[in-house]
T-cell receptor, first 113, second 111 residues
Framework: EAQVTQNPRYLITVTGKKLTVTCSQN?????MSWYRQDPGLGLRQIYY???????DKGDVPEGYKVSRKEKRNFPLILESPSPNQTSLYFC????????????FGDGTRLSIL | GESVGLHLPTLSVQEGDNSIINCAYS??????FIWYKQESGKGPQFIID?????DKRQGQRVTVLLNKTVKHLSLQIAATQPGDSAVYFC??????????FGSGTKLNVKP
């Protein structure tokens, strides 16, 4: 089954404790992206990747890092999480960006205390 | 998740009626638009897309209309069912690699 898989689905942690949210897709998609979703604000792009070893900032990259060492994986790293990063996070992938819809994972709810 | 639905405009319709959900986009250079459905606890799910060289596209029970003059997009759902209850939002690609998403409309289908 074609899917985007995120882990963990839920995480409660404390300020300053490094965490990684993994994302994996099995569709051989080139483009992958991370979003955060906050009430009333819609989805906002954090980082995206056009292909292996190619990443770029989205609209809200502060406090986040990503890597793309393999085509299928695109982890999101919070080196020193803060409470304002409490949010619902989605990973998405698409075949390309030329008029291609993105496929989303089921989300990761992060709570930073 | 559940908090996605907070603070959103809500459209309530009776089961069997048609629903129309609207979206205004911001960039006149956008050339590709997508409608997504998001159910509680799940990620956005692709419904239908449309390119800027079209003004209408139909799918199964859904129709998307694009009015480039006023930068307006609408999603029409025919014979709305309880399973259609969700948050719906539009997305536009304004430049290569960048997707912009609306904040969404919550559709509530009354049986």
């Amino acid at each position: 089954e074609a899917q985007v898989t995120q882990n963990p689905r839920y995480l409660i942690t404390v300020t300053g404790k490094k965490l990684t949210v993994t994302c994996s897709q099995n569709m051989n998609h080139e483009y992958m992206s991370w979003y955060r979703q906050d009430p009333g604000l819609g989805l906002r792009q954090i980082y995206y990747s056009m292909n292996v070893e190619v990443t770029d900032k989205g609209d809200v990259p502060e406090g986040y890092k990503v890597s793309r060492k393999e085509k299928r994986n695109f982890p999101l790293i919070l080196e020193s999480p803060s409470p304002n990063q409490t949010s619902l996070y989605f990973c998405a992938s698409s075949l390309g960006t030329e008029q291609q819809p993105q496929h989303f994972g089921d989300g990761t709810r992060l709570s930073i205390l | 998740g559940e908090s996605v639905g907070l603070h959103l405009p809500t459209l309530s319709v009776q089961e069997g009626d048609n629903s129309i959900i609207n979206c205004a986009y911001s960039n006149s250079a956008s050339d590709y638009f997508i409608w997504y459905k998001q159910e509680s606890g799940k990620g956005p799910q692709f419904i239908i897309d449309i390119r800027s060289n079209m003004d209408k596209r139909q799918g199964q029970r859904v129709t998307v209309l694009l009015n480039k003059t006023v930068k307006h997009l609408s999603l029409q759902i025919a014979a709305t069912q309880p399973g259609d209850s969700a948050v719906y939002f539009c997305a536009e690609i304004a430049t290569v690699n960048k997707f912009y998403f609306g904040s969404g409309t919550k559709l509530n289908v009354k049986p």
